[in-house]
């Protein structure tokens, strides 16, 4: 089992180009998250999809679009990309939403705006 | 969901010494996890401990938990250069489905 994988592993974007970060897990899982981790500010959450067809914001939606496209993959779309958006972008999933799941991330995408 | 906030921000110690972590909170809780994060990689689960429990043991993992006190500890015991990485710790209560992670303790264990 590959767990939670991602794509790309490193990107560098120009202001207001836009891209879709991917994420697919193999362990049947029905919810899957999408956070930023910026350095001194730990992890925030941008959206989650507690299962398949629902999706949510999180505490820092503004500039993303997620869409569930199936059980397996949920892909997170900037717009149009800003500076402020260069961070390391984490997918995580888990069996069951609710804060008494384990949830297991992928590697990581890393981000840069110019 | 709420934040719990880690304490030290860094903590420096050397190979076979025992490392020692905080998390506070700020209201009721369910359930409290720690993760742990090596540099350029995803968290990794370690353990998570429930609001009726006290202590909770995983190898040389040792977590406590004071409701209380609103704090939970993360203790590691004969620390490896393995173990340089941040901890977050991850604190639930009864409404959200995702968690949130403060900062974490940055852990940098030398021979």
């Known amino acids: 089992n590959a767990g939670v994988t991602q794509t790309p592993k490193f990107q560098v974007l120009k202001t207001g180009q836009s891209m879709t970060l991917q994420c697919a897990q193999d362990?049947?899982?029905?919810?899957m998250y999408w956070y930023r981790q910026d350095p001194g500010m730990g992890l925030r959450l941008i959206y989650y999809?507690?299962?398949?067809?629902?999706?949510d914001k999180g505490e820092v939606p503004n500039g993303y679009n997620v869409s569930r496209l199936n059980k397996r993959e949920f892909s997170l779309r900037l717009e149009s990309a800003a500076p402020s958006q260069t961070s390391v972008y984490f997918c995580?999933?888990?069996?069951?939403?609710?804060?008494?799941?384990?949830?297991?991330f992928g590697p990581g995408t890393r981000l840069l705006v110019l | 969901s709420q934040q719990g906030e880690e304490d030290p921000q860094a903590l420096s110690i050397q190979e076979g010494e025992n490392a020692t972590m905080n998390c506070s909170y700020k209201?009721?809780?369910?359930?409290l996890q720690w993760y742990r994060q090596n540099s350029g990689r995803g968290l990794v689960h370690l353990i998570l401990?429930?609001?009726?429990?006290r202590e909770k043991h995983s190898g040389r993992l040792r977590v406590t938990l004071d409701t209380s006190k609103k704090s939970s500890s993360l203790l590691i015991t004969a620390s490896r250069a393995a173990d340089t990485a941040s901890y977050f710790c991850?604190?639930?209560?009864?409404?959200?489905?995702?968690?949130?992670f403060g900062k974490g303790t940055s852990l940098l264990v030398t021979p």
């Open positions: 995580a999933s888990s069996h069951l939403a609710g804060s008494k799941e384990t949830q297991y």
């Open positions: 362990m049947n899982h029905n919810s």
């Open positions: 999809s507690a299962s398949e067809g629902t999706t």
């Open positions: 209201t009721s809780i369910n359930n």
């Open positions: 401990i429930r609001s009726n429990e």
């Open positions: 991850a604190p639930s209560g009864d409404s959200g489905y995702a968690l949130n």
